[in-house]
């Protein structure tokens, strides 16, 4: 069964609103869990790892005041788009991972975010 | 910086073909090897992991990683149409950060693999 659980799945909504997703992980603690974005037919990204109880940490050219990223529990983390346009259009997944460097990530089922 | 390198895509197999999909990696930190796959608009899901100097098994798909040319090849003796999908190496590297610990998956760029009839 699922370990991380990915809300909404599916979003769409006019330019401007700010959307939220959630990313839950069901079966384990984790201090650190992740947020990505995919293109179509492409890698994943690494947009920025979010630790529980402290600032998330952000990849180069992700910008901080665009994606909000809260981590207030060891098994909830919040990712905000805020002011949404549709270049932000895209998927994003979140994963999280058990303790131990050398434990897999496990993702969530992905939000696809349309901006109309 | 780490780095991962897969087979460039996408890759064509008839049913029953062996497969094998290369994966290469730079790293200059004890790395952790992943194989995810992704099926079309679906989450990315694993499907092997591996230790230095550990096979592992899941599915028919193998992989071994191989630290002497820095290799984590993904193997499968007999492809099924329910194979196709995209595959994505993967290394985890620890990164120690505000006095925390956790490993940062590096992803390849991911490869295309469809098995038809």
């Known amino acids: 069964g699922a370990v991380v659980s990915q809300h909404p799945s599916r979003v769409i909504c006019k330019s401007g609103t700010s959307v939220k997703i959630e990313c839950r992980s069901l079966d384990f603690q984790a201090t650190t869990m992740f947020w990505y974005r995919q293109f179509p037919k492409k890698s994943l990204m690494l947009m920025a790892t979010s630790n529980e109880g402290s600032k998330a940490t952000y990849e180069q050219g992700v910008e901080k005041d665009k994606f909000l990223i809260n981590h207030a529990s060891l098994t909830l983390s919040t990712l905000t788009v805020t002011s949404a346009h549709p270049e932000d259009s895209s998927f994003y997944i979140c994963?999280?991972?058990?303790?131990?460097?050398?434990?897999?990530?496990?993702f969530g089922d992905g939000t696809r975010l349309s901006i109309l | 910086g780490d780095s991962v390198t897969q087979t460039e895509g996408p890759v064509t197999l008839p049913e029953r073909a062996a497969l094998t999909l290369n994966c290469t990696y730079q790293?200059?930190?004890?790395?952790?090897l992943f194989w995810y796959v992704q099926y079309l608009n679906k989450e990315p899901e694993l499907l092997l992991k591996s230790s230095e100097n550990q096979e592992t098994d899941s599915r028919g798909f193998q992989a071994s990683p191989i630290k002497s040319d820095s290799s984590f090849h993904l193997e499968k003796p007999s492809v099924q149409l329910s194979d196709s999908a995209v595959y994505y190496c993967a290394l985890s590297w620890s990164v120690n950060a505000g006095g925390t610990s956790y490993g940062k998956l590096t992803f390849g760029q991911g490869t295309i693999l469809t098995v038809h009839p």
């Open positions: 790293s200059s930190y004890s790395t952790f």
């Open positions: 994963s999280a991972r058990d303790r131990g460097v050398n434990q897999p990530q496990h």
